[in-house]
């Protein structure tokens, strides 16, 4: 995840920065609690709101709460420069399971619940009314991330100017996901979360200003992104109030183990936030957390995520019997979802980047590493289940993807029935992260530099956002064909190329032998904590 979001930060930032130089209007909206100034690009009529305040800082006794609205503020608020981002952590790199920082010109802080807003508008910044909106969720295996890392004009260029976008920010790793039973008793399990869904809810109530219809509100995500969304598609065992969204798009959806608070693990994480704060022998201990500086709860955060196993994320989403009343796959499959509509794409080979390529390790062994509630007979089935796909690395790269990635993405459409929709990005070497360049280029070339390719991919996104089906068009000329929902034979779209480099955008049937292995996964979900 970081490689893919250290690029797209730097595109975006330089993009960014000529449009607003040039910018020669300031149009300003009032949002009750604060007036915003925002800017023209003037080179394309799409106006940008950067970095308006949606909850209050969370900081001091906020820290670990559920967030707060934001003070009032008097006088014009400049939201023309890129917000600080959340404080960061690096994914797990430990060859075992025991259960860094980077430079960038964004500061990151723990002052960071802003989100952006880009319209389409005329020259002077005068907003639309009433389209579709899209809220994106940035990933970053919920440690990384940044809504400065993506710019909206790319979506509403894709859409024909038929959107508003708007890109939210949550607090990440130990501040966001801290887990255990202290954190349940005063405080709020999966801050995180509960910051998205505060951003949905200040969508809801404030959208209109910008042209936006909080009716017609489209939320989507990559990799934690869209594991967010399949957080907030059961959330509130999908009776949520009033409802924020009414379409889903996940791309490559990502399903860690998400154990119930109070667990063992949960518990040894606390524990160990806890100690490396030097918080242990305090009354409170989460008082003491509290209280200490933020950076030393980073150098905790850095130090406990970078000591993970190998390519897992260890600051993620817990059951917290509230706003997650259950395992997510149980909630899949009762169908107790948010949302009318579903579109989901995954790419080829999804775990590759999350597996050691230098360790040679069996599928069943790895199972092991992965899912530490695994037993022998677990693991030996992984292993059969998956002995035939290729040598011991492609397996293990498969075990990976496809339990953490893939099938969660089907959990997800067999919970649509009749009203989901897949695709699998397959242009080679088809990672996790290689779809984003072509609906979120940022200013840069998509590997696969296809004009006809590009168009069918990224606008069946938009022409989803628009109208809840990708087979009515915001292009009539795409090379898209008919698209059938995912429940018409197990029908996905396929956007790969030729050996050639002749694009390919057709529709396939989903590999029954996968769908098996999706089946084992989904019925050992209570010991993956998934």
């Known amino acids: 995840m970081a ?19 040039r910018a020669q209007t300031s149009p300003i909206i009032n949002l009750g609690y604060a007036q915003y100034q925002g800017a023209v690009n003037t080179a394309n009529n799409i106006t940008h709101f950067l970095g308006i305040r949606y909850a209050a800082a969370p900081l001091g006794n906020l820290r670990f709460r559920a967030p707060q609205p934001p003070a009032n503020v008097t006088g014009v608020q400049l939201a023309t420069a890129q917000p600080n981002e959340c404080l960061q952590a690096p994914t797990g790199r430990s060859p075992t399971n025991p259960l860094k920082p980077r430079a960038t010109q964004i500061i990151a802080t723990e002052d960071c619940l802003f989100l952006n807003v880009y319209y389409p508008s005329n020259a002077a910044g005068t907003p639309p009314a009433n389209l579709p909106t899209l809220v994106w969720i940035h990933g970053g295996g919920y440690v990384g991330g940044a809504a400065s890392s993506f710019n909206g004009e790319d979506i509403i260029r894709q859409s024909n100017r038929g959107v508003v976008v708007v890109l939210i920010q949550y607090r990440l790793g130990v501040f966001g996901f801290l887990p255990g039973a202290a954190v349940k008793a005063n405080g709020a399990l999966n801050a995180g979360l509960l910051d998205q869904d505060f951003a949905l809810r200040w969508v809801n109530q404030h959208i209109t200003k910008f042209g936006g219809d909080p009716a017609k509100v489209t939320i989507w995500g990559e990799s934690a992104g869209a594991g967010s969304v399949l957080q907030h598609v059961i959330a509130n065992g999908g009776q949520t109030k009033p409802q924020l969204f009414r379409a889903a798009i996940t791309s490559s959806t990502f399903l860690p183990s998400q154990y119930l608070f109070n667990e063992r693990i949960p518990e040894m994480l606390f524990s160990e936030v806890v100690a490396q704060a030097n918080c242990t022998t305090a009354t409170d201990s989460l008082a003491c957390l509290r209280a200490v500086a933020a950076t030393t709860l980073e150098t905790a955060n850095n130090n406990i995520n970078a000591g993970g196993f190998f390519g897992t994320y260890l600051m993620v989403p817990v059951v917290d019997g509230t706003f997650i009343t ?15 509509a579903l579109l989901s794409v995954t790419n080829t080979f999804e775990g590759t980047s999350f597996v050691n390529q230098n360790v040679a390790v069996t599928a069943a062994q790895y199972s092991l590493n992965l899912f530490p509630n695994f037993g022998t007979p677990q693991a030996n089935t992984v292993g059969s289940s998956y002995a035939n796909l290729g040598n011991e690395l492609f397996q293990v790269n498969a075990v990976q993807g496809e339990s953490i990635f893939i099938c969660p993405t089907y959990y997800l459409l067999n919970a649509f029935p009749g009203r989901s929709f897949k695709g699998e990005f397959a242009i080679p070497p088809g990672l996790h992260g290689n779809d984003v360049a072509y609906y979120f280029p940022g200013g840069g070339t998509p590997p696969f530099n296809n004009a006809a390719f590009i168009n069918a991919f990224a606008k069946s996104f938009t022409s989803f956002i628009i109208n809840l089906d990708p087979n009515i068009k915001v292009d009539p000329t795409t090379i898209t064909p008919h698209w059938n929902t995912f429940n018409v034979s197990s029908t996905e779209m396929l956007f790969n190329k030729t050996a050639a480099g002749a694009p390919v955008v057709q529709p396939i049937t989903t590999s029954n032998a996968l769908l098996q292995r999706c089946s084992f996964w989904n019925s050992v979900g209570n010991l993956t904590g998934q």
Do not use: D, F, M, W
């Open 3 to 21: 490689p893919l979001y250290l690029l797209s930060r730097l595109c975006a930032i330089v993009l960014l920065a000529s449009p607003l130089a």
């Open 326 to 340: 259950q395992r997510p796959t149980l909630s899949l499959l009762q169908g107790k979802v948010n949302g009318k």
